[in-house]
T-cell receptor
Framework: AQTVTQSQPEMSVQEAETVTLSCTYD???????LFWYKQPPSRQMILVIR??????QNATENRFSVNFQKAAKSFSLKISDSQLGDTAMYFC????????????????FGKGTKLSVKP | GAGVSQSPSNKVTEKGKDVELRCDPI?????LYWYRQSLGQGLEFLIY????????KSGLPSDRFSAERTGGSVSTLTIQRTQQEDSAVYLC????????????FGPGTRLTVT
C-alpha cells in the first residue's frame, strides 16, 4: 500500500519570501505520479503542480517548483515570492500508474500542511 | 465552462437518518471520484466511476455507504443510518478519463451528524 507523509502540520512565511513544504511517500511502484494540491478556505482543491516519476527533471509552474528525489521518495514544494493568496492548506498526493497506460485512478493524500503567508 | 458542482453545500442531519449527496461533474468527463475529508483522517478515497465500467468501491468504509452514477454523468453518494463519525466534508472530482492525471474538484458538501 502507498502512503504519503507531510511532517509539517503548519508553516508560516513572510510575503515575498520563499518557503518549502516537505512530502515523503512510500511505494513499491516504479511508475507513478505525484501532485501538490492547494485548498484555500473556500474548500476548492486546486492542482498546483504535477510530477511524473519517470521524468528526472523537476516540474515548475511559475512561482512553484518541486524537488523530486525518487530514490529518497521525497517530493518537496518550493513557493517563491510568496503572496497573501498562497495562504491555504497544501496537500501532497500520489497516484499509481496503470500497466495499461495512464493513471490508476484515485489519489492518495498526505494529511496536509497549513501555510500562512503574513504581510 | 462550468466546473464540478456539489449539492447541498452544507447538510445537518440527525444520527440514524439517511442522506444523499449529489455531484455534477464537468461535461464530457468520464471519470468521477468521491473523497472524504475529516479532521482525524485527512483526505480519503471512497469510490470512483469510469464510464460504464464497474466502479472501484475499495475505499468505502462500510456497507452504509453507497454511490451510483446515472447516465454516466450525475452521481449520488448515499449514507444510510448516519453516525457521528460520518461528519466530514465530502469532495467530488472528475477527470476526462481515468488515464487523465488532473482531477477537478468540486467545493464539497459539509455533512454534520448531530
Amino acid at each position: 500500500a502507498q502512503t504519503v507523509t507531510q511532517s509539517q502540520p503548519e508553516m508560516s512565511v513572510q510575503e515575498a519570501e520563499t518557503v518549502t513544504l516537505s512530502c515523503t511517500y512510500d511505494t513499491s511502484e516504479n511508475n507513478y505520479y505525484l501532485f501538490w494540491y492547494k485548498q484555500p478556505p473556500s474548500r476548492q482543491m486546486i492542482l498546483v503542480i504535477r510530477q511524473e516519476a519517470y521524468k528526472q527533471q523537476n516540474a515548475t509552474e511559475n512561482r512553484f517548483s518541486v524537488n523530486f528525489q525518487k530514490a529518497a521518495k521525497s517530493f518537496s514544494l518550493k513557493i517563491s515570492d510568496s503572496q497573501l493568496g498562497d495562504t491555504a492548506m497544501y496537500f501532497c498526493a500520489f497516484m499509481k500508474h496503470s500497466d495499461y497506460g495512464g493513471s490508476q485512478g484515485n489519489l492518495i493524500f498526505g494529511k496536509g500542511t497549513k501555510l500562512s503567508v503574513k504581510p | 465552462g462550468a466546473g464540478v458542482s456539489q449539492s447541498p453545500s452544507n447538510k445537518v442531519t440527525e444520527k440514524g437518518k439517511d442522506v444523499e449527496l449529489r455531484c455534477d461533474p464537468i461535461s464530457g468527463h468520464t471519470a468521477l471520484y468521491w473523497y472524504r475529508q475529516s479532521l482525524g483522517q485527512g483526505l480519503e478515497f471512497l469510490i470512483y466511476f469510469q464510464g460504464n465500467s464497474a466502479p472501484d468501491k475499495s475505499g468505502l468504509p462500510s456497507d452504509r455507504f453507497s454511490a451510483e452514477r446515472t447516465g454516466g454523468s450525475v452521481s449520488t453518494l448515499t449514507i444510510q443510518r448516519t453516525q457521528q463519525e460520518d461528519s466530514a466534508v465530502y469532495l467530488c472530482a472528475s477527470s476526462f478519463r481515468v488515464g487523465s492525471y488532473e482531477q477537478y474538484f468540486g467545493p464539497g458538501t459539509r455533512l454534520t451528524v448531530t
